[in-house]
């Protein structure tokens, strides 16, 4: 925290590594060295695939990847537009131009900085809520998907009123401070005693509210996943898979079966059509497409259940400690001015600045490692590795499989894959029953 006292703009400092440096200081520049465009790296990368994976048919029905989305574009241009100036100031600090006007950029980046970050938390915390409330009356006539953007839109305003005032108190420091590149100059008296007596207990309650959310859904989505541990499903209990007909099988989403299971399914179908000799085939066909597509939708949202929990852990794990950092300094008064205790800080504050900066490149690895479908999305639909591979009965395209009788034989059909540049006309032929 600092008073009302402005920062030097004509003092100069070479910055050239100092003789006696300590080993705290030496950890703190290796740090401010590397860990940024390491993060920017694969934060940029690992939030582009997010991006793209959300994208794909896999998930971009789900009201939940319109969060994921958000979240990841936030996370890109949050990571390049913040930490770049942060990493040429603690490198570099005459290459920054200190002028009145330079005052204005901080006052964006203190605005944007804040913002951006309390974006990421509200949106994971909305998102988990509002899988916990789809949990909780799955009966609810409501589009999800755009009561997922407006609460975007509601997320966004509320953050802009909550950061607002780093507009009106934002100002760049003195050479003599190694942390960071901007802070908080209180203009009044009474600015000052919000932001040191305040401000931090305010950030602190609303990270506080938003964990307590998140821990509330969360429950409510693990004892949901304990409830359906053993194959329930939410949209397929009104189906009995005995009087499902696999005769048309839609394999868009589930593993690939082979031929011999495909045959061995239309001919126990028929056998129970003869037998009970009311059934059409048309009602056959629609009932096995829709079996098979509650038991697809039923398997993605309970990965997309492990890929959220895993998301709103990281995220406590990852973001708490930056705030019980704000807690601490605001009430150290010496803070800047005792060189131990400012040494000290300038670790600590890169530790858990970069911890805050992590929680937006892990976002992709916490999926890949807690989704198998969103794997599955990124390897075949995004780099789209075999994609179009031609192999026996398999089906990569999420074509649909059908009968076709005719009268000497049956043969196999599947449309045109719609990413390929290949038809496959006749599967196989098979002896009539």
């Given amino acids: 925290m600092e008073t009302t006292e402005r920062p030097s703009f004509n003092r100069t400092l070479s910055p050239g590594q100092p003789a006696n440096d300590t080993a705290v200081e030496r950890y703190t520049r290796v740090i ?14 690992f939030n582009v695939f997010v991006i793209l994976g959300m994208r794909t048919k896999h ?59 309390d974006v990421g938390i509200i949106v994971t915390t909305a998102m988990t809520a509002d899988r916990a409330y789809v949990i909780v009356r799955p009966l609810a006539r409501a589009d999800l ?28 420091v ?15 008296r009474t600015y ?81 059509s003869s037998a009970a000799g009311v059934r059409s085939t048309d009602s056959h066909l629609q009932e096995a497409t829709m079996t098979v597509h509650s038991n697809n939708y039923g398997k993605i949202t309970g990965q997309v259940t492990r890929m ?26 010496d803070l800047h001015t005792d060189p131990e205790k400012n040494r000290i800080n300038a670790l600590v504050f890169s530790i858990v600045f970069y911890m805050l900066y992590a929680n937006k490149c892990v976002n992709f690895l916490v999926y890949c490692l807690a989704g198998q479908r969103f794997r599955q999305a990124i ?3 995004v780099l789209q590795i075999n994609r179009c591979r031609k192999s026996g009965s398999r089906n990569r395209s999420g074509s649909v499989w059908y009968i076709e009788k005719t009268e000497r034989s049956e ?18 032929e098979m002896n009539a029953i």
Wanted: net charge positive; proline share 5%.
């Fill in 32 to 45: 401010n060295t590397f860990v940024p465009w390491l993060l920017i790296i694969l934060g940029c990368v």
């Fill in 59 to 117: 998930f971009r029905s789900l009201s939940t990847s319109v969060y994921m989305i958000s979240g990841a574009v936030n996370d890109l241009f949050g990571l390049p537009i913040l930490l770049v100036p942060h990493w040429l100031y603690l490198n570099y600090p005459e290459a920054i131009t200190r002028r009145e006007g330079s005052d204005y950029l901080c006052k964006f980046f203190q605005f944007y900085g804040w913002g951006q970050a």
């Fill in 145 to 172: 998907m755009k009561r997922a953007k407006r609460m975007i839109i509601g997320v966004v305003s509320l953050v802009v009123v909550k950061d607002l005032h780093f507009l009106f108190s934002s100002r760049i």
């Fill in 174 to 188: 003195g050479l003599e401070r190694k942390d960071r590149l901007c802070d908080v100059f209180p203009p009044s």
């Fill in 192 to 272: 000052e005693i919000f932001f040191q007596k305040a401000w931090p207990w305010i950030h602190a309650s609303f990270l506080a509210a938003c964990f307590v959310v998140m821990l509330a859904s969360n429950s409510i989505v693990i004892h949901h996943v304990r409830m359906n541990r053993h194959g329930k499903q939410i949209t397929s209990n009104h189906v009995s898979s005995d009087d499902a007909d696999t005769s048309t099988v839609s394999y868009s989403q589930n593993p690939r079966p082979s031929l011999g299971n495909i045959w061995s399914s239309v001919k126990n179908s028929r056998r129970r």
């Fill in 308 to 333: 959220l929990l895993a998301e709103s852990f990281t995220l406590i794990l990852l973001t708490f400690p930056f705030s019980v950092h704000l807690i601490v300094t605001s009430t150290i008064e």
């Fill in 379 to 381: 390897v075949k639909d």
């Fill in 411 to 428: 043969s196999i059909v599947s449309f045109k894959n719609p990413s390929c540049d290949y038809q496959r006309q006749e599967k196989s």
